[in-house]
């Protein structure tokens, strides 16, 4: 199937303003790497500038020695004590030269990992604070997917720089020499690098925009990689024999962008050589000319051999500094996107002097007219939704998949913040709360609670992270939630790793991780506890047993129940039907019966199922 490349992200063409503009980016950048580590920083910064020196003293060294050898050509001397002092120094120069780009590579390198790893942690620590639903956002990944892909790059950008102002100190250097010969030379030398220069600049702002444009696909390529090759996805591909079908989506969309990037790379290859064949005939030019003045007698065979290598390399330090500046400033842009990551800010926060949870909860939970969309949709999940959780109470949510009731346990724990109407605890609405605090309240075990590949007792010790070193509290959590019968039978019990990913891990039964995340929320001691489904994968004798502890356990706390099951649902306090995101019924299992509404109709199709 071919696939259009998103016409939308195309428009972001990097302009050169733009790229100018990104430049601003490095001050702070500067700022970041200097923070990292001060004595590393200035460590390079002074071996860089004693290293720019180095080759306009060779040079002239150089011509010294030649100057000296026709010298003692001509004088028929056999006196070579001067001649081998500038040898000496020469080689001198050469050694400090490599040792002094040993460290300069050393220094900067430790300074470029520590700063990458300095960026990871902070991107980490960043997105955690961000909402939920930034994360269900696609263009949220793609920035994140380039802030992320940006922190290795960065260690480039680093010495990038640095070499920079390396590199016009010792263009300065030599260019004394150059200009106390004939300062037009360096005027022809900038005229002959210009063009390759302006070329490249053009050509990175191009590779930059396919990129930059291709974040999206990148993702999807990175997603059937992914689905390909994983052991989370190799069930359902092999038994849906859908190897083919991935890999085939794959390769029409790698296939496309090789091709766009080797339609780029081929014209970046041919106008470049032209351009650089600009900046050869400059210098040839100019040889001919100091050819031509030494062989009239003008400046010695010495000053050649220092102005033709100041000439030569003053060209290659320009070009690198000019090529240089391209993907600096690409960099900045790339720069851009880190730091524009770090600007995103969470929607949902806590308020600036917080009410203090109440322990225990006096009134409970009321819901007035809340109405919620999905940032990403049109539709309303949840509309003019109305009822009271009281406090202590057991409330069964019932509804058909869609009705809204995952959607009503986001709103609670804040994930989410209604658009319509408010959610009052105690009497004051859920904004007025530490969010952290909160949180920590309400425990919640989501159908999709996530199987984490680490160790028995760390998958029950993520309930209340704080308890991990609590060894009976995580049993007793286990016995509540019958897990502990799971890791019994585990070869090394709450030490175990679970899952496939890592070696020696062991993989459980849906049911048995159902159990497992089960403890989690009994290890929280939570004021309001939320079941979304949480024993859907269970057999029949453990939902049983689940629903009898689950009763005992949270007698005088308030939890919340989502079910599909009757068995289960009928044991609530109150049982709240809803539909289309709304309330349809409320009342206890008896009362909604009688009421021979929505309720009494899906209990009884149930029931008849089992009869
Ligand atoms: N992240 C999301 N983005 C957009 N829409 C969503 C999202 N999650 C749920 N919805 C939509 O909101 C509505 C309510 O979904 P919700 O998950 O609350 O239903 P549910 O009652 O829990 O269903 P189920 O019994 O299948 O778990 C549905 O129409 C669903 O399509």
Do not use: C
């Amino acid at each position: 199937m071919a696939r259009k490349r998103n016409t939308e992200t195309s428009e972001h063409q990097p302009s050169f303003r733009e790229r100018f503009a990104a430049l601003r980016n490095l001050p702070a950048f500067f700022r970041q790497i200097w923070q990292t580590s001060p004595s590393l920083t200035i460590l390079n910064f002074v071996l860089r500038l004693i290293r720019s020196t180095v080759p306009t003293a060779t040079l002239y060294v150089g011509k010294l020695i030649v100057d000296e050898v026709i010298r003692l050509a001509n004088a028929h001397s056999t006196d070579l004590t001067h001649l081998w002092t500038l040898v000496a120094i020469e080689f001198g120069l050469a050694i400090g030269s490599d040792l002094l780009s040993r460290g300069i590579n050393l220094s900067e390198s430790l300074l470029g990992d520590w700063y990458a790893h300095q960026t990871s942690v902070r991107l980490m620590q960043h997105a955690a604070t961000l909402d939920l639903a930034q994360f269900e956002n696609a263009t949220f990944y793609d920035k994140l997917e380039r802030a992320r892909q940006q922190t290795a790059g960065r260690t480039q950008l680093l010495s990038q720089t640095f070499s920079q102002v390396q590199d016009l100190l010792t263009i300065a250097s030599l260019a004394i020499g150059l200009i106390s010969f004939a300062p037009w030379l360096l005027l022809l030398l900038l005229v002959a690098v210009i063009p390759s220069f302006l070329g490249e600049l053009h050509f990175n702002a191009k590779s930059y925009s396919l990129l930059y444009g291709w974040t999206p696909q990148r993702r999807e390529l990175d997603y059937y990689r992914y689905l390909g090759a994983s052991d989370d996805t190799a069930k359902e591909v092999k038994l849906f024999g859908l190897s083919d079908f991935l890999i085939n989506r794959y390769r029409t969309l790698s296939e496309q962008y090789f091709h766009e990037n080797r339609k780029l790379a081929l014209e970046r290859a041919s106008w470049g050589s032209l351009l650089l064949a600009i900046g050869t005939v400059g210098y040839y030019a100019a040889y001919g000319y100091m050819i031509f003045q030494t062989v009239q007698g003008r400046v010695t065979l010495g000053d050649l051999t220092f102005l033709a290598g100041s000439f030569r390399q003053v060209r290659s330090l320009l070009e690198g500094i000019l090529g240089r500046f391209n993907s600096i400033s690409q960099g900045a842009l790339y720069l851009k996107d880190l730091f524009e990551f770090f600007e995103i800010q969470p929607q949902i926060v806590s308020p600036v002097s917080p009410r203090p949870f109440p322990v225990p909860i006096r009134e409970g939970f009321v819901f007035e007219g809340v109405g919620f969309k999905y940032p990403n949709s049109e539709k309303w999940a949840v509309r003019n939704l109305s009822f009271h959780l009281r406090a202590g109470e057991k409330l069964a949510l019932v509804g058909e998949n869609g009705a809204g009731k995952t959607t009503l346990v986001k709103l609670l724990g804040r994930l989410y913040d209604p658009d319509e109407g408010r959610i009052l605890l105690d009497g004051y609405d859920l904004k007025a709360y530490n969010l952290e605090e909160l949180r920590t309240h309400i425990g919640v075990i989501f159908q999709d609670y996530l199987r984490f590949q680490f160790s028995a007792g760390d998958n029950i010790a993520v309930g209340d992270i704080v308890e991990r070193e609590n060894l009976p509290a995580l049993e007793r959590a286990a016995e509540d939630s019958l897990a502990d019968a799971v890791i019994a039978g585990l070869p090394l019990g709450y030490e175990q790793p679970l899952g496939r990913r890592f070696s020696g891990g062991v993989e459980l039964s849906g049911g048995q991780w159902q159990k497992v995340a089960l403890a989690r929320a009994y290890l929280r001691e939570a004021d309001l506890l939320i079941l979304d489904e949480p024993t859907s994968a269970l057999d029949a004798r453990a939902e049983y047993e689940v629903f009898q502890r689950f009763a005992e356990l949270t007698k005088g706390k308030t939890a919340v129940l989502i079910s599909h099951r009757f068995s289960t649902v009928r044991m609530a306090d109150r049982i709240l039907v809803l539909e289309g995101g709304k309330v349809l019924e409320m009342g206890t299992h008896e009362e909604l019966l009688a009421q021979q509404g929505r309720y009494a109709e899906l209990f009884e199709l149930q029931a008849e199922g089992y009869r």
